[in-house]
T-cell receptor, first 113, second 118 residues
Framework: AQSVTQLGSHVSVSEGALVLLRCNYSSSVPPYLFWYVQYPNQGLQLLLKYTTGATLVKGINGFEAEFKKSETSFHLTKPSAHMSDAAEYFCAVSDRNNNDMRFGAGTRLTVKP | GAGVSQSPSNKVTEKGKDVELRCDPISGHTALYWYRQSLGQGLEFLIYFQGNSAPDKSGLPSDRFSAERTGGSVSTLTIQRTQQEDSAVYLC????????????????FGNGTRLTVT
């Protein structure tokens, strides 16, 4: 079955700094990859997804992620952090053979002023 | 036309009691998922429903957990003889999956039910 590993349960950056949240996946077939964000006291919402085609995917709020098959990675980045980016971020994987979507343990992003 | 609705939003129960958690998915969504979110544990897959197919129950942690989906819409997750380790946020999500093999549709999540077992 597919799985996801998120490196770093907590990441802290200064406002204006680069955000990098790491995600590695395991899948025996080409994966579908997702990043979800959970703001405080809110439900999860989709940030971006990769299915096929262009490996650099742009999402909402200036986030983007790049699918690198050779590294089995789908890291999430944003050039300049904003205070409103403070949230928990989840990487998830599914594929054309599997019914379910598997999530990583999540990374809590803190943005310091 | 709202999103996924879950009820109750909070539930406090005594150890050993049964609880039922409800999920109303987005109208027309064929796929419905239950996840459990515990502190520091991420999202743990519990069960998946797709149309009229048999559900994927591979994530249910014990036989105290069960779920059903009536009429392809509303779903109920039941936990019997609750234990303190069942305390968590239970999340429901739905998705539109037009046919087998198209699993790239994103999930739409409800706000969850926070279950506390005392």
């Amino acid at each position: 079955a597919q799985s996801v590993t998120q490196l770093g349960s907590h990441v802290s950056v200064s406002e204006g700094a680069l955000v990098l949240l790491r995600c590695n996946y395991s899948s025996s077939v080409p994966p579908y990859l997702f990043w979800y964000v959970q703001y405080p006291n809110q439900g999860l919402q989709l940030l971006l997804k990769y299915t096929t085609g262009a490996t650099l995917v742009k999402g909402i709020n200036g986030f983007e992620a790049e699918f690198k098959k050779s590294e089995t990675s789908f890291h999430l980045t944003k050039p300049s952090a904003h205070m409103s980016d403070a949230a928990e971020y989840f990487c998830a994987v599914s594929d054309r053979n599997n019914n379910d979507m598997r999530f990583g343990a999540g990374t809590r992003l803190t943005v310091k002023p | 036309g709202a999103g996924v609705s879950q009820s109750p939003s909070n539930k406090v129960t005594e150890k050993g009691k049964d609880v039922e958690l409800r999920c109303d998915p987005i109208s027309g969504h064929t796929a419905l998922y239950w996840y459990r979110q515990s502190l520091g544990q991420g999202l743990e897959f519990l069960i998946y429903f797709q149309g009229n197919s048999a559900p994927d129950k591979s994530g249910l942690p014990s036989d105290r957990f069960s779920a059903e989906r009536t009429g392809g819409s509303v779903s109920t997750l039941t936990i019997q003889r609750t234990q303190q380790e069942d305390s968590a946020v239970y999340l429901c999500a739905s998705s539109f999956r037009p046919r087998q093999g198209h699993y790239n549709s994103p999930l739409h999540f409800g706000n969850g039910t926070r279950l506390t077992v005392t």
